[in-house]
Each structure stands twice: as structure tokens, then as C-alpha cells.
């Protein structure tokens, strides 16, 4: 695949596909599920066993731009453009997506106590990239001449499984304690420790002037170019296409191979809870996730480049989604390929985006249900916050509806709907916190779903 291309599919592939960033926040809404504790590891259930099986959530979010943003007209005709009045043209474009896949969990309950094991497989990926990155990409260098170019790009992809003990304790009458250890297994990883990078195109000669200051620390990625990476269970197929100028992308289920395949990087994290209980209907809660580092020694390299690189200048022209037109990559990639990266084997850490969340909940009368959370979630390169309020209701015996609101970061006005489903012993339970971006995925900058099933058995 040519380098170009590559460039536009980390930044526009995620908004053609729905996968998780953030966090386990629309599932916070949901009540006392079976298998509530993966979000909140200070929760008891009404039933001594309890068990989930294959629960996925999944979310991207961006702060600034959308595909339909990419997408404009030359005459009649679609082609891609570089939105200029949506990005920033140097750093502060978030692109931040996760994936978790819970393959199962069971909690046994008795009394004030219950344990639990589980195990699951998780993709999680933040980068902070620079809009002239894509501006290169998709006009080419010629609208650059006489001008230095920030490409500074800083960001993190990690793709590991994890198993997890926890312990549940309530004290008393009014609190209940949460205590989860995870232990890590690592796929594979991205992690950019400088990113320095500035283009010049001289306006005599128009021959382009690369300086680069970079240190990138990878493992588990094969020969490392971006089709290569294991993405965990759920992998991402970059097939070209003759008739399409952004190849398609499709999820591949890699179930055989990426779940419970462990590895030597290895690591722990730790998952926090407290409940408090005002009175009979009023609950004050707070949990961590996520607090742990996953250390790289097996298949692990670092890349360095620090020099100063003169090429060709080029310029790719107008890129059409006209399927009778064939449109040349090769010319971008050839020319970058001038740069040489000096790699060393080496290890690395990395840390867990850490979630933390404080909320309440409280009981209206039978059948409604009031609840808030407040989140704060944590990358090595930058942090996000929000809040969401909803409220849910007991509209048949075995079915409940709820609709929640969400004000996160610069992204406003996401109304989120959640379902759970009651038959007998069986939990079904959906969840979006932007239901108007699942009807409109081409104009959403944050998409999620999570969806599970769970049983409950004995008193």
C-alpha cells in the first residue's frame, strides 16, 4: 500500500468504522446489569451466580472533523478536499478510538461478598496530528512553496488482552468496596516519544527539504507498516480497490488467532470502586479503571531519525472518487522513502488510558431511575473530561428504556438511548450515548455502541 494512502486511512478510516474510544460511560447509566461490575467494580448483584459472555463496546471520537468534511465537489463530481476551516493546520486534531471485547466474566455472590474472573481482549489508540499532515496528502506539496510545514504528530495505539480477579465487599450498612488486579498480555504497540517534523519546499527549485526529529517505540507489528498491526479480535482489512481512491476497510473477526494468545510483554492494572448509599434510593459513587502499564520486550524496537533529508518535490493533483479514473500513488511513496530510520531493539513501557468516574443514582419512585456521572480519561499526550445525566424507565416487566445526555470535551448535544431486556434469568441490554450519529455516520465526530448478554442464576 503507498504511503499516501496509509496517511489518509489512520485519520479516515475511523470514521468509517464504529469503534470505541473512550470509555465505559454509556454502560455507567445501565443499573444493576449481571455483569455491571466491568464498569464499576464496587457493584453487588441480586443473584449468587451471575455470567456475560461476549460484551463489546466499541466508540471513536473526534474533536474536529467528520468524513463528510473530506468529501466536496469538483463540478459534479465527489472528490476529496482538505476541510481548512475545520482543522487546525499544525497540532490539536484528537483522534481517539477503543475497543474492548469482554469474552466472559463470572461472579459468584454470597452474602456481603462476591469474586469475579474475567477476561478481555482491547484496542485502545490516541493521536494528536497535525491538519497539514493530511493537507500533504490530499493537495500535494505545490500550495506549500516558500513555506516550512509543521507535521508534528504525537500518539499512542495499544492492542493487549487481559484477565482480571476482582473482590467485592460491602461494609456495613451504607458502603461497598471495589478491588480488581489485571494482568496484562500485549499485542502490539505505537508510542511516540518526538515527533518533530517540518517540510520545506523551496520556491526556486522547488526541491523539498525534510528536517526530522522522531523517536517512535513499536512492537508486535510485523514489518511494521500500518496493514501489519494487530489490532486484536477485531482487525481492520486495508484492501485496495482499482476503483476506489480510499481503499475499503473492513473488520475481520481474527478470533483464533488473538484471543488467548498470550505474549511475553506483559503488565498489571488495577480497577477501583466505592458506593456509598445516602439512603434507600440515593447512591454516590466512584471507580477507576485502567491504572497500569503494559512493558515491551519481546518483538520490541525503537526508531530514530534526526537528520536533515532533501528530495523531488511533487504533487499528487485532485483526488475524485470518479471509479474511470486511475490515480497513481507511487510518486508520494518513492519520495519519502528517502528517509532512513536508525532502528534498535529495545524495551519500552506504556500506560493504560485511565478512566475515572463519579456519579450518583437515584431511585424515583417504582419505575424511574435518575443518574449523572462526571469522567475524566487520561492519555500520555492529553485528556479528555465530560458529564451525562439520563434517566430510564420500567416500561414493561421486562423491558427497560432510558435516554441519557452527554457534554464531552468540545463535542455537545449527544442524546444517547440504552435498552435491557429482561427474559427470566437472560439480560440483553444496547447502549449509544449519539444516537443521531448512528443514523448519520458520515457527519458524526463521536460514535459508540455497546451491546451484551448476561445470566443470573440463584438468590
Not at 471513536?60 to 466536496?72: E, P
Not at 461497598?176 to 502490539?188: E, Q, V
Not at 465530560?386 to 449527544?414: C, H, I, K, W
Not at 449519539?434 to 465526530?445: E, H, P, Q, T, Y
Amino acid at each position: 500500500m503507498a504511503l499516501n494512502k496509509q496517511l489518509l486511512l489512520c485519520f479516515l478510516v475511523c470514521f468509517t468504522t464504529i469503534t470505541q474510544g473512550q470509555t465505559y460511560l454509556a454502560q455507567q447509566h445501565l443499573g444493576k446489569l449481571f455483569n455491571a461490575q466491568t464498569w464499576n467494580p464496587a457493584t453487588l448483584g441480586e443473584s449468587a451466580w451471575q455470567f456475560s459472555l461476549l460484551n463489546l463496546s466499541s466508540q471513536v471520537y473526534s474533536n474536529k472533523v467528520s468524513l463528510q468534511d473530506f468529501i466536496g465537489r469538483n463540478g459534479t463530481q465527489k472528490s476529496v478536499v482538505y476541510p481548512s476551516e475545520a482543522l487546525n493546520f499544525g497540532q490539536g486534531n484528537y483522534l481517539r478510538t477503543h475497543t474492548a471485547l469482554e469474552t466472559f466474566r463470572l461472579t459468584y455472590q454470597k452474602n456481603k461478598a462476591a469474586f469475579s474472573l474475567h477476561h478481555a481482549s482491547k484496542t485502545s489508540a490516541f493521536v494528536d496530528y497535525s491538519g497539514a499532515l493530511l493537507a500533504l496528502a490530499i493537495r500535494g506539496n505545490s500550495p506549500f512553496v516558500g513555506q516550512s510545514v509543521p507535521f508534528n504528530t504525537d500518539g499512542q495505539l495499544l492492542a493487549y488482552e487481559e484477565i482480571g480477579l476482582g473482590i467485592t465487599l460491602k461494609v456495613g450498612e451504607k458502603w461497598t468496596f471495589g478491588l480488581r488486579p489485571k494482568w496484562l498480555s500485549g499485542h502490539s504497540a505505537l508510542h511516540t516519544r518526538r515527533s518533530q517534523v517540518d517540510l520545506f519546499t523551496s520556491d526556486d527549485v522547488y526541491q523539498l527539504s525534510l528536517e526530522t526529529d522522531l523517536e517512535i517505540d513499536v512492537a508486535g507489528a510485523g514489518n511494521r507498516s500500518v496493514s501489519d498491526f494487530n489490532f486484536g479480535p477485531l482487525d481492520l482489512d486495508f484492501s485496495d480497490s482499482e476503483d476506489a481512491i480510499i481503499p475499503s476497510t473492513n473488520f475481520i473477526a481474527n478470533v483464533e488467532n488473538d484471543l488467548f494468545n498470550f505474549s511475553g510483554n506483559n503488565g498489571w492494572a488495577l480497577d477501583l470502586g466505592v458506593a456509598y448509599a445516602v439512603n434507600d434510593r440515593l447512591q454516590l459513587t466512584v471507580n477507576v479503571l485502567d491504572i497500569g502499564q503494559i512493558n515491551w520486550q519481546s518483538d520490541s524496537e525503537t526508531y530514530t531519525a534526526q537528520e536533515t533529508f532533501a528530495f523531488d518535490g511533487l504533487n499528487l493533483g485532485l483526488l475524485t472518487f470518479d471509479e474511470d479514473e486511475d490515480v497513481q500513488f507511487s510518486n508520494f511513496s518513492d519520495s519519502l522513502d528517502v528517509v532512513q530510520f536508525d532502528r534498535q531493539n529495545s524495551s519500552f513501557s506504556t500506560s493504560l488510558p485511565a478512566q475515572f468516574y463519579a456519579g450518583l443514582d437515584y431511585q424515583l419512585g417504582e419505575k424511574w431511575q435518575l443518574t449523572g456521572r462526571v469522567f475524566y480519561l487520561r492519555y500520555e499526550q492529553g485528556d479528555f473530561s465530560g458529564a451525562s445525566v439520563a434517566a430510564d424507565y420500567q416500561v414493561l416487566p421486562a423491558l427497560r428504556l432510558g435516554t441519557s445526555y452527554t457534554v464531552m470535551n468540545e463535542t455537545a448535544f449527544l442524546l444517547g438511548l440504552h435498552a435491557v431486556w429482561e427474559i427470566g434469568s437472560l439480560q440483553l441490554y444496547a447502549t449509544t450515548s449519539n444516537v443521531l450519529g448512528a443514523f448519520d455516520l458520515a457527519s458524526a465526530r463521536t460514535v459508540d455502541l455497546a451491546v451484551g448478554v448476561a445470566v443470573g442464576l440463584g438468590e
